[in-house]
């Protein structure tokens, strides 16, 4: 499968975007996805996972309440809603697909990964 990650862009502190991350095949419901950020300079983190059907989530604990992981099977599209973005929120966020897989914040659990898009928030 193949992942295209969107959305990214420049916002102020408080503001909120919504990522969106594309998937081709057919099989799109097979799959976990997750989301992870890469800031500068420090090492990839798990943002959240949502399973392939849709009925759990889980989220990294400093981000529960201000993000929230949706997707439409119909569309093979997850959704990263951000709210109340803050400076520390800036990085490089990816999509991440899991094949059959139980949700998980391990990076290495994923099998197909996304090209990235950029979030810039400004104080």
């Known amino acids: 499968v193949q992942l295209q990650a969107c959305g990214g862009g420049l916002v102020q502190a408080g503001g909120s975007l919504r990522l969106s991350c594309a998937a081709s095949?057919?099989?799109?419901?097979?799959?976990?996805m997750g989301w992870f950020r890469q800031a500068p300079g420090k090492e990839r983190e798990f943002v959240g996972t949502i399973s392939w059907y849709g009925g759990y989530t889980y989220y990294a604990d400093s981000l529960k309440g201000r993000f929230t992981i949706s997707r439409d099977n119909a569309k093979n599209t997850v959704y990263l809603q951000m709210n109340s973005l803050k400076p520390e929120d800036t990085a490089v966020y990816y999509c991440a697909a899991d094949y059959l897989g139980a949700t998980t914040n391990r990076p290495y659990e994923y099998d197909y990964w996304g090209q990235g898009t950029q979030v810039t928030v400004s104080s």
């Open positions: 095949g057919r099989t799109f419901s097979s799959y976990a």
